[in-house]
T-cell receptor, first 113, second 116 residues
Framework: GENVEQHPSTLSVQEGDSAVIKCTYS??????FPWYKQELGKRPQLIID?????GEKKDQRIAVTLNKTAKHFSLHITETQPEDSAVYFC????????????FGTGTRLQVTL | EAGVVQSPRYKIIEKKQPVAFWCNPISGHNTLYWYRQNLGQGPELLIRYENEEAVDDSQLPKDRFSAERLKGVDSTLKIQPAELGDSAVYLC??????????????FGSGTQLSVL
């Protein structure tokens, strides 16, 4: 089955700096890659996703890039703000086989003032 | 629109007791998932339903866990008897289908289970 690795496990940046979280996946047939943000004690919330037919997607300060050849995808947050502090999870799935969405182990992002 | 609704929000029980969690998915979402999230980890799938059919329960510990989605809408997840290692957050999620084009998965707030 799919295996998703996520790095780093913790990330501390100063407000206004950029943050990058990286994930690799094992199943070359995976074609959908969502990112979730989870604040302490709250539900994981979908913040951005990308499908394998595109290489990059942006939504305001958040962007995701996908390298299918290398089987890795990354989350980029620019101009970080204290409210960006949370745990971020990447995930991958091959929607063609209706297999399960496999999550990474999470990255705890701390944005300091 | 209302999101995925779960109850209870918290549950504290003694080991060997039974416990049940309830989930109401987003209206019109045919696919329902139960995930378990251990502290500091990502969610792990326990079972996935397409309407009322459990299409993936390979990760469900069937000796003590059971789930149902009788009418293809609400679902319940049960643990009997609970063990100390079952302490975790149990997340329900739903999606319109199998995450094909433009389909997305949304989570409920979860039930935090503590087994003493």
């Amino acid at each position: 089955g799919e295996n998703v690795e996520q790095h780093p496990s913790t990330l501390s940046v100063q407000e206004g700096d950029s943050a990058v979280i990286k994930c690799t996946y094992s199943d070359s047939a995976s074609n959908y890659f969502p990112w979730y943000k989870q604040e302490l004690g709250k539900r994981p919330q979908l913040i951005i996703d990308i499908r394998s037919n595109v290489g990059e997607k942006k939504d305001q300060r958040i962007a995701v890039t996908l390298n299918k050849t290398a089987k890795h995808f990354s989350l980029h947050i620019t101009e970080t703000q204290p409210e960006d502090s949370a745990v971020y999870f990447c995930a991958a799935i091959n929607t063609g086989t209706a297999s399960k969405l496999t999550f990474g182990t999470g990255t705890r992002l701390q944005v300091t003032l | 629109e209302a999101g995925v609704v779960q109850s209870p929000r918290y549950k504290i029980i003694e080991k060997k007791q039974p416990v049940a969690f309830w989930c109401n998915p987003i209206s019109g979402h045919n696919t329902l998932y139960w995930y378990r999230q251990n502290l500091g980890q990502g969610p792990e799938l326990l079972i996935r339903y397409e309407n009322e059919e459990a299409v993936d329960d390979s990760q469900l510990p069937k000796d003590r866990f059971s789930a149902e989605r009788l009418k293809g809408v609400d679902s319940t997840l049960k643990i009997q008897p609970a063990e100390l290692g079952d302490s975790a957050v149990y997340l329900c999620a739903s999606s319109p289908g199998a995450l094909a084009t433009n389909e997305k998965l949304f989570f409920g707030s979860g039930t935090q289970l503590s087994v003493l």
